[in-house]
């Protein structure tokens, strides 16, 4: 009886080691589409973004995406939605510095803390760039005629209270002085304002104005970044002219995967491995630097001390700047 009941019980202890080790190797893979959702417009970059991710991630991973377009309230209607699904790996979405200054101004009732973070996607650091006719050749030239002439160079930015709006009014405060900034709905219509020579200068994304640097239609002066980019080589940094850009820290423009919060940490890490891996095929880097963007898709602690430190600096920016 008593080897019998001791048979039993090694049975049993075995049974359950097998089990604990099923649960330990057997990693999460998705068993159905993942939605990502874009809380912005249909054909814009960050619509095209993840559009361009798809057949990269069924081609690598096996595995359908949707993408499901939810515009609205600079991006707050999107993510409103994300962060009220289940946090099971199967719904993403595109997060931004955007909705990151929404929570600075206290213009939302909720904060990152509803996010689980991913993967970075994206960094748009900004140009600042005129129209081939205009007076100014170089950086120094433009930033003199700031200094000389406090609040009569017209900046034009794509929307207000916004990266794009914070490095015009930065750039000035570099050289101690003001520019007039002038908010348009959309990188389109700054760019026809600077073009057309109704506003002296713009404030926008590479991947906005590439194609017009490239053909000779806008000059561009600076990049608000510490590195030059490597679409734009010869366009030099603010940094290295010597005007201190980023004296509340790392004001940019980034795009980043998030889920909902309480998401499992092996979906989380599994949902990292896809993105990631995604990104860093050859086909997506010669699109990010095409379009002008910089991809480097970090993840864990190293991202969510980075956005961390992009909300901070945010955050002063909301303060002491707007």
């Not at 090694?10 to 874009?38: C, D, H, N």
């Not at 996010?115 to 433009?142: G, Q, R, Y």
């Not at 219509?189 to 104005?209: N, Q, R």
Request: hydrophobic residues 45%; charged residues 20%; neutral net charge.
């Amino acid at each position: 009886m008593n080897k019998t009941l001791h048979k039993v019980a090694l049975v049993l202890v075995l049974g359950m080691v097998l089990l604990s080790s099923t649960a330990i190797f057997a990693a999460w893979q998705p068993k159905k589409e993942i939605t990502i959702i874009v809380p912005w417009s249909p054909g814009g970059a960050t619509d095209i973004m993840a559009r361009k991710l798809q057949p990269i991630i069924k081609r690598e991973f096996g595995i359908n995406t949707v993408v499901v377009n939810k515009e609205g309230g600079n991006s707050a209607v999107g993510l409103t939605e994300l962060i009220t699904s289940r946090p099971d790996g199967y719904t993403v979405g595109l997060a931004s510095s955007t909705i990151l200054s929404l929570m600075a101004q206290n213009q939302l009732s909720w904060k990152s803390d509803r996010f689980t973070n991913i993967c970075l996607i994206s960094e748009d650091p900004m140009l600042l760039a005129v129209s081939k006719n205009a007076k100014w050749n170089d950086l120094h030239e433009f930033m003199a005629d700031v200094k000389e002439n406090p609040g009569k160079i017209t900046i034009g930015t794509a929307g207000s209270k916004n990266v794009n709006h914070a490095d015009a009014v930065l750039a000035a405060q570099s050289v101690g002085s003001t520019i007039r900034q002038v908010p348009f709905d959309g990188a389109a219509k700054a760019l026809a304002a600077v073009l057309g020579g109704h506003i002296d200068a713009v404030v926008l994304k590479p991947s906005e104005t590439i194609n017009q640097i490239k053909s000779g239609e806008l000059k561009a002066l600076g990049t608000f970044r510490k590195e030059r980019l490597a679409s734009l080589p010869d366009v030099p940094t603010f940094e290295e002219m010597g005007y201190d850009v980023f004296p509340y820290g790392p004001v940019v423009q980034i795009s980043y995967l998030v889920a909902p919060a309480g998401l499992n940490k092996e979906v989380k890490e599994k949902l990292a491995e896809i993105f990631r891996g995604a990104m860093l095929t050859e086909e997506f880097q010669k699109y990010a630097a095409e379009a002008g963007f910089v991809c480097n898709p970090i993840t864990g602690d190293e991202l969510d001390a980075y956005v961390q430190s992009v909300t901070s600096a945010l955050a002063e920016v909301a303060r002491k700047v707007y």
